[in-house]
């Protein structure tokens, strides 16, 4: 499995990176949308990047989902439909990643990314005030399979965004709290993180050392950003974050249509 060598400059910058993106995840979500355009800036090919990503995101997601079903926002056998079809999901989406060439990869990640932001930019949502699960039905079962393996398949093809996604369409489908909201979302979030990180793993697509550092980095920001949403809140942090993202987005789209 072949490791990328990094300059130390470029190395600390990853993880100053993967501090603000945890920082940032925890207050706004999305910082996959930074920490992947800068692993393709610092020179990583698209796959390794994606799949270093994902070790990196798996530390923060885990830590996540694991606080919301600590705290009974997450309940695993409710949603076992929607566990089920994530998972199958990022594993498709990740073998269909492998197969498509690095030039392809270079033109298609920066476009998704700049949209991802912009629809988090702008996009608006009305959270129910529901402290109960939706009830057990077939529609139900069916908007989960639906649910689970279209994001998951959209995790393990691109990755940054989609837990803005999950919490917009769970809004959408099934009308309860934001917690619970959340809790879904996070916890679905680590399921094809993790899925879609072992599928690299076995392709040889991530850069072990990188990853690993990156992801303390990236806990670390999200522990300071759970203590610090209370005080800043997310009005001002979400929309400065996404227009970096879009600016070094563009500087990507930039290189790969126009270099």
């Known amino acids: 499995?072949?490791?990328?060598?990094?300059?130390?400059?470029?190395?600390?910058?990853?993880?100053?990176?993967?501090?603000?993106?945890?920082?940032?995840?925890?207050?706004?979500?999305?910082?996959?949308?930074?920490?992947?355009?800068?692993?393709?800036?610092?020179?990583?090919?698209?796959?390794?990047?994606?799949?270093?990503?994902?070790?990196?995101?798996?530390?923060?997601?885990?830590?996540?989902?694991?606080?919301?079903?600590?705290?009974?926002?997450?309940?695993?056998?409710?949603?076992?439909?929607?566990?089920?079809?994530?998972?199958?999901?990022?594993?498709?989406?990740?073998?269909?990643?492998?197969?498509?060439?690095?030039?392809?990869?270079?033109?298609?990640?920066?476009?998704?990314?700049?949209?991802?932001?912009?629809?988090?930019?702008?996009?608006?949502?009305?959270?129910?005030?529901?402290?109960?699960?939706?009830?057990?039905?077939?529609?139900?079962?069916?908007?989960q399979w639906l649910q689970g393996l279209s994001l998951g398949f959209f995790d393990g093809l691109a990755g940054p965004g989609t837990g803005t996604f999950w919490t917009a369409s769970n809004d959408m489908l099934y009308k309860m709290s934001l917690l619970l909201n959340c809790g879904l979302a996070r916890s679905m979030n680590f399921v094809s993180n993790f899925i879609s990180l072992i599928t690299f793993v076995a392709l040889g697509h991530v850069n072990f050392m990188l990853g690993l550092t990156m992801g303390a980095f990236l806990m670390l920001g999200a522990w300071l950003g759970a203590h610090s949403a209370i005080k800043f809140g997310s009005r001002l942090i979400k929309p400065l974050f996404n227009a970096v993202v879009i600016v070094l987005t563009a500087k990507l789209i930039v290189e790969a249509y126009m270099v």
């Open 1 to 143: 499995m072949l490791e990328f060598a990094l300059d130390p400059a470029t190395w600390a910058l990853l993880c100053t990176v993967a501090l603000a993106a945890g920082f940032i995840d925890a207050i706004a979500g999305g910082g996959g949308m930074l920490t992947v355009p800068a692993l393709l800036t610092a020179g990583l090919p698209p796959h390794v990047a994606l799949g270093t990503n994902k070790l990196a995101a798996s530390f923060g997601s885990l830590t996540a989902s694991f606080t919301y079903y600590k705290q009974n926002l997450f309940n695993p056998r409710f949603w076992a439909a929607s566990v089920l079809a994530t998972a199958i999901g990022a594993a498709l989406g990740t073998l269909l990643v492998d197969s498509l060439s690095i030039e392809f990869l270079n033109k298609l990640i920066p476009i998704i990314i700049l949209l991802v932001a912009l629809y988090s930019l702008f996009g608006k949502m009305s959270h129910s005030d529901s402290i109960d699960l939706p009830k057990k039905t077939g529609v139900l079962k069916a908007k």
